[in-house]
């Protein structure tokens, strides 16, 4: 008897909650900006990301300044106190650090500092490598074996002992560890928008102390922040995309410009809006759908980079004559991206430290010997994981 | 659906190329009646090996004005050595297209024509002693752009310095050698090995050299020495870019430039290997297309002014002009023309970081 109430009963619940859901769909207000207010007051915050995206692109670009020091370095990294590492007076006074939000985020290292500590400690080491290595050789032509100067065009660049570049290593790493794991593996996650009393605080619009936003809205604006903090215009950060920074806003615009993703970039920038507009409405099932899109399509951004360098390193190695300059700044950058990839959803690291094994091939010679067959394997392999085609992602 | 009939056409006659040593006819299907081995063979006698040669001929002439200016350093020996300096830079933009294989793996003409210069780095240079010209940092303070600076940049010549005169000799030197070091290689075999290599596939030497023909021709011709200064890269014009710049006769390098590259594709088995096989766009000859566009190039360029810097800087619209038919035939060359000979393009645009 039991049985033939609870099934119609459960029927009728079911088309309850959907009939919810769908009336929530209807009534959002998406502004055609990234703009809001209350009380006539913006309530858009993410000044701590455009911070760190400026103490980013110094650091990196110090990386090929032969007048640092590995603490120098280390210290940009760090923001030590007291060292005043970075070119502006504002950055220097600031109390952000890059390295305290690397490999930081909720839903993946809050109960594995294990992990955390390794990942920094990667970090550590290019910048350290970097001095040590690198540095000395600066005015030494490369070969294998042996670190120094390669030509790549009319540009030179700086390679270790396997032909390495240590800084394209740690800039694109830090899409993954700084900006992806935050912006999607953080602020994106109903364990940080939800956290402690922020849907009640949100639900009647109970701002944060001195500051004209929720808890939740800000948040929210902090994820946006990570891609999109060091535009000109904050409000239509598409207008300059790919010149904003050097990290996850300029490789957006480089998959952008693939004309087998276009549009994507303009698709995260209206997730981004309706998933703000769905926190000022209290709609917490279309934030977090939106917040999906996002995650999706920035994994797929990192993923067709990865791809691509590999794709572009293999036809530089297979060249008449090789072209060991464009190849190895490729694979280093290429490096970087698959270093990346530990932080999406779909791969383990057990399976990144294997792909990062085979490229580094650093047994054997390095890049220098790299057999263009085994990278394309590799190269077919994370395609295939991230449902890629090496054609469409390779050019 | 062009290209696969294209691949699977091509072990045929990458296969008959090994086994038919008499050459000529080892065209398949595809080339009725061209002799590929032939137009190889003016390639490397008629084009090639001479642009190596005369460029030697005019280096030695530039390292013995210099040699007089350095005994006896007056307006008369200065005049000379700047007379010698053009002659050499308008015989490099003749080599230029055509520096293939060695060449490309010794960066001659990285080395040889990066511009715009590294003032403060050739400052630093002079005053280092054992200085290495093979480092890539080191590119952008030799080659032409650099003794360039060296006879025009300052208006008290930096030549009366013998610190200066000495790096000026270097340089020059240093040309001499990359030169000989390629032509060196092409007279010891390796031109039996690029006339003999005269298949299809994307290694033999006619996919090679075209491929590096028309690279030469989008990245420095017409970009390089057009559309970078004019701002077609940038949100702005960018008049420190243009190449001769302290001399100021740019139109006249890029004009020596556009030459050599026409009459390669004119007089030199393009155009006759185009009409071998009939090739026709919209009913007339694509090499009659080919020559009047490089025409429409050479109008748009005469009525520029020597100088590009000031070209760029008071009347942009015209250098826009000229890229724009600079553009149109790199189309014709690289869409229409690779595919019909069936060459696919060996290069892609870098990303540029």
Not at chain 1, 74 to 95: I, K, Q
Not at chain 2, 2 to 17: E, G, H, K, M, Q
Not at chain 2, 97 to 122: H, K, S, W
Request: proline letters at 3%; a negative charge.
């Amino acid at each position: 008897m039991t049985h033939t109430y609870s099934l119609p009963l459960l029927l009728l619940l079911a088309v309850l909650l959907v009939g919810c859901q769908d009336d929530d769909d209807t009534i959002l207000d998406v502004p055609t900006s990234y703009s809001f207010a209350r009380n006539g007051q913006s309530t858009v915050s993410y000044s701590g990301q455009t911070t760190r995206l400026a103490m980013a692109d110094e650091l990196v670009a110090a990386m090929t300044n032969f007048d640092q020091t590995e603490a120098g370095l280390e210290n940009m990294f760090r923001n030590t106190a007291g060292t005043n590492p970075f070119s502006t007076a504002e950055l220097n006074a600031s109390t952000k650090s890059i390295r305290s939000k690397v490999a930081a985020s909720r839903d993946l290292f809050f109960t594995n500092t294990t992990e955390q500590a390794a990942i920094r400690a990667d970090f550590d080491a290019w910048l350290t490598a970097q001095v040590r290595e690198v540095f000395p050789n600066r005015n030494t032509l490369a070969a294998q074996g042996t670190a120094g100067q390669l030509a790549d065009g009319s540009s030179t660049r700086y390679v270790n002992a396997n032909g390495l570049e240590y800084n394209q290593a740690f800039g694109k790493s830090l899409i993954g560890g700084l900006m992806y794991d935050q912006l999607a593996n953080n602020y994106l996650s109903p364990s940080v928008l939800d956290e402690g009393t922020n849907q009640a605080d949100n639900d009647a619009g109970l701002v944060e102390e001195g500051t004209n936003y929720t808890s939740m809205e800000h948040k929210w604006d902090e994820a946006f922040g990570y891609l999109f903090g060091a535009a000109a215009d904050g409000a239509r950060p598409l207008d300059d995309l790919g010149a904003a920074d050097g990290f996850l806003n300029k490789y957006l615009s480089r998959v952008d410009n693939d004309a087998d993703y276009t549009g994507i970039a303009a698709r995260i920038e209206e997730a981004f809006r309706t998933g703000r507009a769905a926190i000022v409405a209290g709609d917490y099932a279309e934030r977090d759908r939106q917040a999906a899109r996002i995650k999706e399509d920035l994994r797929k951004v990192l993923a067709v980079r990865a791809v691509y360098y590999l794709h572009q390193g293999s036809l530089a190695l297979t060249a008449t004559p090789v072209n060991y300059g464009g190849a190895f700044h490729d694979l280093s950058e290429g490096y970087g991206f698959i270093y990346s990839l530990r932080f999406v959803d779909g791969v383990d690291a057990a399976t990144v430290d294997g792909w990062l094994a085979d490229l580094t091939n650093a047994d054997s010679g390095g890049f220098w010997t790299l057999p263009p067959a085994t990278l394309d394997s590799l190269t077919a392999a994370i395609a295939t994981t991230f449902n890629l085609s090496v054609a469409e992602a390779g050019n | 659906m062009n290209r696969f009939v294209i691949l699977l056409l091509l072990p045929l006659s990458v296969f008959t190329a090994c086994t038919d040593n008499a050459g000529g006819d080892d065209d398949g299907p595809l080339l009725p009646s061209f002799d590929r081995r032939a137009m190889l063979t003016s390639w490397a006698d008629e084009v090639i090996l001479p642009a190596h040669r005369d460029f030697g001929s005019s280096v030695t002439a530039l390292s013995q004005a210099g040699d007089a200016f350095r005994a006896a350093p007056d307006q008369a020996t200065l005049a000379t050595l700047q007379s010698s300096f053009k002659a050499a830079y308008l015989s490099f933009q003749r080599l230029d297209p055509f520096i293939l294989g060695e060449g490309e793996i010794l960066r001659f003409r990285e080395q040889a024509n990066t511009y715009p210069t590294d003032i403060a780095l050739i400052a630093d240079n002079v005053a280092t002693d054992g200085v290495n010209f093979d480092l890539p940092s080191n590119t952008a303070a030799q080659g032409f752009p650099a003794l360039e600076y060296l006879l025009y940049g300052t208006t008290e010549t930096l030549l009366n310095e013998p610190a200066y005169q000495d790096y000026f000799m270097a340089l020059v030197t240093r040309l001499q050698d990359l030169n000989a070091q390629v032509l060196d290689h092409w007279e010891s075999g390796y031109r039996e090995v690029y006339i003999q290599n005269d298949g299809n596939s994307a290694t033999a030497s006619i996919d090679r050299t075209v491929n590096d023909y028309i690279f030469y021709y989008e990245r420095f011709l017409r970009a390089g020495k057009v559309g970078i200064p004019a701002g077609i890269f940038s949100d702005d014009p960018l008049p420190d870019r243009v190449e001769a710049r302290y001399a100021g006769y740019s139109k006249a390098l890029f004009q020596e430039a556009l030459l050599a590259t026409q009459q390669f594709f004119t007089e030199q088995g393009l155009k006759q290997y185009l009409d071998a096989l009939e090739v026709r766009r919209d009913g007339a000859f694509l090499s009659e297309q080919i020559a009047d566009q490089f025409a429409e190039i050479s109008r748009a360029s005469a009525q520029q002014l020597d100088s590009y810097e000031e070209m760029v800087s008071t009347d942009n619209e015209s250098m826009l002009r000229l890229y724009d038919e600079l553009q149109k035939l790199v189309v014709l060359l690289k869409v229409d023309m690779l595919q019909a000979l069936s060459i696919n393009v060996d290069y892609v645009d870098a990303d540029g970081d």
